[in-house]
Antibody, heavy 117, light 107 residues
């Protein structure tokens, strides 16, 4: 069974930083693109970032470029999202996602990031 | 970015009803479209990919159709567990973008 477990969310002040982690199990982690997708409270879904199987390619939505960094450690079956210069509009539940061909095959349970003073 | 729209934004229906949700892309995306179901407080779940292919384990009452810019999700006979919000998503180009969602609730 595929399991994706996020951690690292919480309350942070505007301009602050946070690092999200995702522990993956139940599949061959190194064989899949991985993604982060977020959902602001009461709102729709927004794809944040993608990373290729070996980490050689990364893509970001324009709103987070230069502030967020996606990375992975295939030896630890883990995905990360380093978030810097956080803004109020980054407040959302962040989902770790196993992806393929632009689809999300599996989702984690999500971790809430709240940016507020 | 490719913009996705959905209609209606919400629909009230009864158990056993046939429900159809429409999704439109701002430019042609061939069949690079997926549908997800999300229940309150839960992560979304993939229902359909490639516009009409049913994800493993998804009941056959769900079906998808369309290509290019216009797509539909149909629930042939609504069941109690189907009351949820449904999102379409284009997978044709980065960034993948989602529609605003259609909430299906109980009449």
């Amino acid at each position: 069974e595929v399991q994706l477990v996020e951690s690292g969310g919480g309350l942070v002040q505007p301009g602050g930083s946070l690092r999200l982690s995702c522990a993956a199990s139940g599949f061959t982690f190194s064989s899949y693109w991985m993604s982060w997708v977020r959902q602001a409270p009461g709102k729709g879904l927004e794809w944040v970032a993608n990373i290729k199987q070996d980490g050689s390619e990364k893509y970001y939505v324009d709103s987070v470029k230069g502030r967020f960094t996606i990375s992975r450690d295939n030896a630890k079956n883990s995905l990360y999202l380093q978030m810097n210069s956080l803004r109020a509009e980054d407040t959302a539940v962040y989902y770790c996602a196993r992806a393929r061909s632009g689809l999300v095959l599996d989702w984690g349970q999500g971790t809430l990031v709240t940016v507020s003073s | 970015d490719i913009q996705m729209t959905q209609s209606p934004s919400s629909v009230s229906a009864s158990v056993g009803d046939r429900v159809t949700i429409t999704c439109r892309a701002s430019q042609g995306i061939s069949s690079w479209l997926a549908w997800y179901q999300q229940k309150p407080g839960k992560a979304p779940k993939l229902l359909i990919y490639a516009a009409s292919s049913l994800q493993s384990g998804v009941p056959s009452r769900f079906s998808g159709s369309g290509s290019g810019t216009d797509f539909t999700l149909t629930i042939s006979s609504l069941q109690p567990e189907d009351f949820a919000t449904y999102y379409c998503q284009q997978a044709n180009s980065f960034p993948p973008t989602f529609g605003p969602g259609t909430k299906v609730d109980i009449k």
